[in-house]
């Protein structure tokens, strides 16, 4: 004998607004105060659920430690000597261990060091560079990477048939010869980039005739080479065991790694590169200007 039905259940009454997630906007919501916002939604990303979230604490070292890592790379601390721990708690409002914490993970990254008496103090400040000097669209800044006497140290330098990706984005056809060349860049001693160079003919043949000894743009200016349009792509990666070697880093260590095509005045494309850079080396500047509303 079938029983009857169960009434439906009540609607629930509907939100006074839409639920906050982690990607809704706070700016519009009423009543949001300063502290904590705990009537979030947790999110749905691919990570969910996939492990232990991390705590409150623990978000307080990442904010803590990315603001002092900027700090760090762009030489905010007088004499590069960062505030001592209770000052950095009192300026943050942390405790005493979330500092360490912070402190720690920038020894770690090598940005830091700790001396006995004397305090916490950066051990270097990178070279920002903005990126229309590092497309080589503007003559070098005084205190940027090309007037710090970057060298080559020329690892390979061989006319080879064009692979097909290199063809590609060449606009030849595969097997066209080009010229590849691959050097690290070295700022003294040390060496900041890997890069790998193919480039067509004539501007190849005219770099053959000329000496490398400055960065890739002096190169080709000195050649006679003249650049119309520089592009990049931008992307991280882990440095692989022969890169690592090759950049003095553990293997394992966060690279900026770029994609660049040049082109020459008429716009066609005459070189491609593939560059690993060192991430603690290298900063990049960039600044855009929004185009104003036009008027209806």
Do not use: K
């Not at 119309?228 to 065991?241: C, I, K, N, T």
């Amino acid at each position: 004998m079938t029983g009857a039905a169960p009434a439906p259940a009540p609607e629930a009454a509907a939100p006074a607004h839409a639920p906050v997630t982690p990607w809704t906007p706070v700016r519009n919501q009423p009543s949001v105060a300063f502290g904590s916002v705990s009537q979030r939604t947790p999110g749905h990303g691919a990570a969910a659920g996939t492990g232990r979230r991390a705590s409150g604490r623990e978000h307080d070292v990442r904010r803590l430690r990315d603001l002092l890592r900027a700090g760090v790379l762009g030489g905010a601390f007088a004499g590069g000597h960062l505030p001592s721990e209770a000052e950095l708690m009192a300026g943050h409002g942390v405790t005493r261990a979330t500092v360490r914490e912070a402190l720690a993970l920038l020894r770690r990254d090598g940005l830091i060091e700790r001396v006995q008496g004397l305090g916490t103090h950066a051990l270097f400040t990178p070279v920002t560079t903005p990126l229309a000097e590092a497309h080589g669209a503007e003559l070098p800044l005084r205190d940027g990477v090309f007037a710090r006497g970057l060298r080559p140290r020329v690892l390979d330098e061989s006319v080879i048939p064009a692979p097909a990706l290199v063809a590609d984005r060449l606009g030849v056809a595969p097997g066209t010869p080009v010229l590849r060349l691959d050097y690290v860049s070295l700022m003294g001693d040390e060496p900041h980039c890997l890069a790998t160079n193919y480039v067509l003919f004539p501007e190849a043949a005219r770099l053959a005739q000329a000496a490398f000894t400055q960065h890739w743009y002096a190169y080709l200016a000195d050649a006679g080479v003249v650049l119309g349009e520089s592009e990049f792509v931008f992307d991280g990666a882990l440095a692989d065991p022969v890169t690592a070697r090759t950049l003095d880093v553990l293997p394992g260590t966060p690279l900026i790694s770029m994609e660049q095509a040049i082109y020459d005045p008429e716009g066609r494309v005459f070189n491609v590169a593939f560059l690993h850079l060192r991430a603690d080396r290298f900063r990049f500047a960039s600044r855009a200007t929004a185009r104003s509303t036009r008027r209806r």
